[in-house]
Antibody, heavy 115, light 108 residues
């Protein structure tokens, strides 16, 4: 079935980097942009950016510019999101989501704890 | 960017009752491009409604979206036990896409 499966929980020290993965199955990986969002406790989701899996083109939210990098490996239908210079404010659940302007398929989320 | 304000923050209702959730935008949402999501603990959001009023296939017809411009509403008729969750609105008519802070529908 159509699904996005994300990598497991991460615990990082302040100043470290984290790289998360999102594997797509059940649909053509290169046919849809992939977005990354995060959700802090008790908050709504926050958009971080997107990657076009076909071309590798990316666009990032201004607040993450310089700290975030989104990549993909089309051979294994997987998108990646790396966030550097982590602080406690980056503690959140990170989601990948398939783009149709709205988000119709979401990963299960990856909890990142910075402490 | 467009700020979406959802109200109320929490709605305490009993099964069988009707829930009315509001989502107000700080400026007009272009094209009425607004979606509603349901989120349960430990899960990613689930898309319910897109383009303000179109229900996703498989979503029960007790979920109804309406509105345009700056004011949007999600109505859930005859609440079922599985409907108690947090609901978010999201606009995708203007960049960047933004979400509301959520309305929690809890059992009274």
């Amino acid at each position: 079935q159509v699904q996005l499966v994300q990598s497991g929980a991460e615990v990082k020290k302040p100043g470290a980097s984290v790289k998360l993965s999102c594997r797509a199955s059940g649909f053509s990986f290169t046919a849809y942009y992939m977005h990354w969002l995060r959700q802090a406790p008790g908050q709504g989701p926050e958009w971080m950016g997107w990657i076009n899996p076909n071309s590798g083109d990316t666009s990032y939210a201004q607040r993450f510019q310089g700290r975030v990098t989104m990549t993909r490996d089309t051979s294994i239908s997987t998108a990646y999101m790396e966030l550097t210079r982590l602080t406690s404010d980056d503690t959140a659940i990170y989601f990948c989501a398939r783009d149709r302007l709205f988000y119709d398929v979401w990963g299960q989320g990856t909890t990142v704890t910075v402490s | 960017e467009i700020v979406l304000t959802q109200s109320p923050g929490t709605l305490s209702l009993s099964p069988g009752e009707r829930a009315t959730l509001s989502c107000r935008a700080s400026q007009s949402v272009s094209g009425g491009y607004l979606a509603w999501y349901q989120q349960k603990p430990g899960q990613g959001p689930r898309l319910l409604i897109y383009d303000a009023s179109n229900r996703v296939a498989g979503i029960p017809d007790r979920f109804r979206g309406s509105g345009s411009g700056t004011d949007f509403t999600l109505t859930i008729n005859r609440l079922e036990p599985e409907d108690f969750a947090v609901y978010y609105c999201q606009q995708y008519g203007n960049a960047p896409r933004t979400f509301g802070q959520g309305t929690k529908v809890e059992i009274k």
